[in-house]
């Protein structure tokens, strides 16, 4: 899928795709200098390039990945679309990119069945905040939070509270793909 530009230079083409095991160090590299993220490991990132292609994508730029997102169906909730981590390059935020990676996942075969999507973001992540309370605005729908995995509790006070967000009754397929413009972060998850 080709996207106009993004943003300063017309001829900088955007290029949202499934990733393949090749971009699996790019991708690595991408989540390092995206913090807070947790750094997964190189092998966890080449099985989401490869298992979970379907439920993945990566945003390119004149041959560079500048963003990813990488999520998947929780057995227990097939009707949900669970996020796990969004990055983007600095260079390439500001640009409602982790937006669009996000409806044009959506917006494939594999979840476009999909009638809530879900993540988990810890309080202090407010460009996270932005980009999931903005989806919910933007499609008109409520996103309710409750904790999920605690901080003492689940992670022994090493990591802070882990907030479940759910987004939904998520609108039909043609909704999600034209989300209007909004102002709200598009940085990293």
């Known amino acids: 899928m080709r996207t106009s530009g993004t943003g300063r230079d017309s001829s900088e083409m955007l290029r949202l795709r499934k990733p393949t095991a090749a971009d699996g160090p790019a991708i690595t590299r991408l989540i390092a200098t995206c913090t807070p993220l947790d750094p997964?490991?190189?092998?966890?990132?080449?099985?989401?390039?490869?298992?979970f292609a379907d439920f993945c994508i990566v945003a390119e730029c004149n041959g560079q990945i500048v963003g990813?997102?990488?999520g998947y169906r929780p057995p227990t909730e097939p009707d949900s679309f669970?996020?796990?981590?969004?990055a983007v390059a600095k260079a390439a935020r500001g640009k409602r990119l982790a937006q669009r990676m996000i409806k044009a996942l959506l917006d494939r075969t594999p979840v476009e069945d999909t009638t809530h999507l879900i993540t988990?973001?810890?309080?202090d992540n407010i460009p996270s905040w932005a980009l999931f309370?903005?989806?919910?605005?933007?499609?008109?729908v409520p996103l309710t939070r409750s904790a999920v995995f605690e901080r003492d509790a689940h992670f022994g006070g090493a990591h802070a509270t882990?907030?479940?967000?759910?987004?939904?009754?998520?609108?039909s397929r043609h909704s999600k793909s034209t989300l209007p413009e909004s102002k709200s972060g598009d940085l990293t998850r």
């Open 68 to 70: 990813w997102v990488s």
């Open 82 to 86: 669970f996020v796990w981590q969004v």
């Open 120 to 123: 988990t973001v810890t309080d």
């Open 162 to 171: 882990e907030w479940l967000a759910r987004i939904g009754p998520l609108p």
């Open 133 to 140: 309370n903005g989806l919910a605005r933007a499609w008109g």
């Open 40 to 51: 997964n490991s190189a092998y966890c990132n080449l099985l989401q390039c490869t298992h």
